[in-house]
Every structure is written in structure tokens, then in C-alpha cells.
């Protein structure tokens, strides 16, 4: 298998699960300091490596009418504050190649949302970084057709290609999670993330905004450890009922530690 090192940070394989996470979006500058710094005390007391996650746009949102996020500039200078804070990896989605000119001097990964996980000319264009590249399963693709959007990828000479698993539609408003997919995406040599918590939405299920199954979190998390994933992407907010951005499907922070050490747990079971 291919591993993917991010700056101190080894992905694939047997090396040890790392954790994605952060806030769904950038709300304020002051709110995803604070999640982060949380973060990354709660991972350093569990010895798991961390990459902060926080979106700058969410460009796919139900409704016209929902918050998006700053945008890429005040995003990126926020993220850049944090990362240099901190010290720790950033990822975020990238939705044009304009975006990935400027969000390729401050982000560790390029990630490839699951809606445009197709779009050829943002795929080439992202590899031509030389960066890892996560590439989020769409919702509408078998496991076995990522292959097609890898093969892009490497077209590049860029082989640092991580896959994220987020569910598969079933019928209207509903995803349900394959754990076969999992295994069949590493498989084909490259490390394979699950997302815990958008996965476990539904789509447009509110009407203007996704809602979410917060409680199918955990346990799916541990059947994704269990069949072999490579790290977890989870999405988290001090107050999830609050949050601007899908706040009926984002773990609250206050969880996170009991997430981490049963997955750790389970890892540690299987290898």
C-alpha cells in the first residue's frame, strides 16, 4: 500500500489511525481557534496523530439562503494563523482550480469534494501540486469506479492519493455506509479514510437544510476501524445545535475523546 506521510504525519498500512477533524465550516475566527486548540489537546492526551479540518466555503449547501463560509481569502488567513499557532497539518475542499492556486500555499492536503469527485479538470489541476490528494467517494459511485477518478490523478505523476468513504445514496434523503468499500478502495493501494459523520446524514432531509443520524456515529465509526480504515474524518462543533453548517449530523466535541479511544481500541484489536 501507498503511504502517505504529511509532515511528520504516516497514513496507510499498519501505521497508527489518524484522526480528521474540525468544525463542518469556518464560522468565526475566534470559534475554530478554540475547536482546534481543544483538538489537539484531546489528541495529544490520546497519542493519536490529528489534521485540522475546517471548510472556508461550502459550496454545495441545500439552500441558497444557508451560510457558506468566509470565502477562500479570510478563510485561508485564518487557517494559515492556525497552522502556524499550532503546527499542526490543514485540509480542506477545494472546489475550483482558481481556489487550488491559492489554497495550495497554505493547506498540507487538497481535498476533493464527494460531488465533484469527477470534475477532471479539477482533479489534474490539484495533483499538478505534488500534494496528497483526498478524494471523497461520491455518493453515487461504486466503490470499484474510483479507480477511474485515481487514474486521473496519477495521469499527474502524483501518486499521494487518499480515498474517503461518506456514503452511498439509498433512495430519497438517505445514505447508508458499505464497509466493503472500505476494503475494496485499499485494495487498490492507497489508504482509505471513513467519514463518520457524513455519512450518517440526510441529504436535503430537512427541506432547506441535511439532517442526521448523530447516533449511528459511534457505532458505524467502530465497524470502519473494525474492516480496516486508515484514519477517520469527523466533522465536530462545541454545540452542534447551534452550528451554521450541518448541525443535526456533527459530533459534539464533548464526545470526541470517547470516539478516539474505542477507536483505538479497535485498532489496536486488529493489528
Not at 224 to 248: I, W
Request: aromatic share 6%; hydrophobic share 40%.
Amino acid at each position: 500500500m501507498k503511504i502517505i506521510q504529511i509532515n511528520n504525519i504516516i497514513l496507510g498500512e499498519k501505521s497508527p489511525l489518524v484522526l480528521i477533524a474540525g468544525p463542518c465550516v469556518i464560522e468565526t475566527e475566534e470559534s475554530c481557534f478554540r475547536i482546534a486548540e481543544k483538538i489537539m489537546i484531546m489528541t495529544l492526551t490520546a497519542e493519536i496523530p490529528f489534521i485540522f479540518k475546517a471548510s472556508y466555503d461550502k459550496a454545495n449547501r441545500t439552500s441558497v439562503k444557508s451560510y457558506r463560509g468566509p470565502g477562500i481569502k479570510k478563510g485561508m488567513k485564518i487557517l494559515s494563523k492556525i497552522k502556524k499557532q499550532f503546527g499542526m497539518p490543514l485540509i480542506s475542499d477545494v472546489h475550483s482550480c482558481n481556489e487550488i492556486d491559492i489554497a495550495k500555499e497554505t493547506l498540507d492536503i487538497l481535498q476533493i469534494p464527494a460531488f465533484l469527485c469527477r470534475q477532471t479538470d479539477l482533479l489534474l489541476h490539484a495533483a499538478e501540486t505534488g500534494k496528497p490528494i483526498n478524494i471523497k467517494k461520491g455518493q453515487f459511485l461504486a466503490p470499484w469506479d474510483i479507480k477511474n477518478v485515481a487514474e486521473k490523478v496519477l495521469s499527474t505523476g502524483n501518486n499521494n492519493i487518499i480515498f474517503t468513504e461518506r456514503g452511498t445514496t439509498f433512495g430519497y434523503n438517505n445514505l447508508v455506509t458499505d464497509m466493503r468499500s472500505i476494503v475494496i478502495m485499499r485494495e487498490m493501494g492507497f489508504p482509505v479514510v471513513y467519514d463518520a459523520t457524513h455519512s450518517i446524514q440526510l441529504p436535503g432531509g430537512e427541506g432547506t437544510t441535511s439532517g442526521g443520524k448523530r447516533e449511528m456515529i459511534l457505532p458505524l465509526t467502530m465497524a470502519a476501524v473494525a474492516t480496516g480504515c486508515d484514519g477517520l474524518f469527523v466533522e465536530t462543533h462545541e454545540k452542534p445545535e447551534n452550528a451554521l453548517s450541518d448541525s443535526k449530523s456533527m459530533l459534539p466535541l464533548e464526545l470526541l475523546p470517547l470516539l478516539i479511544e474505542k477507536a483505538k481500541r479497535v485498532r489496536a484489536a486488529i493489528y
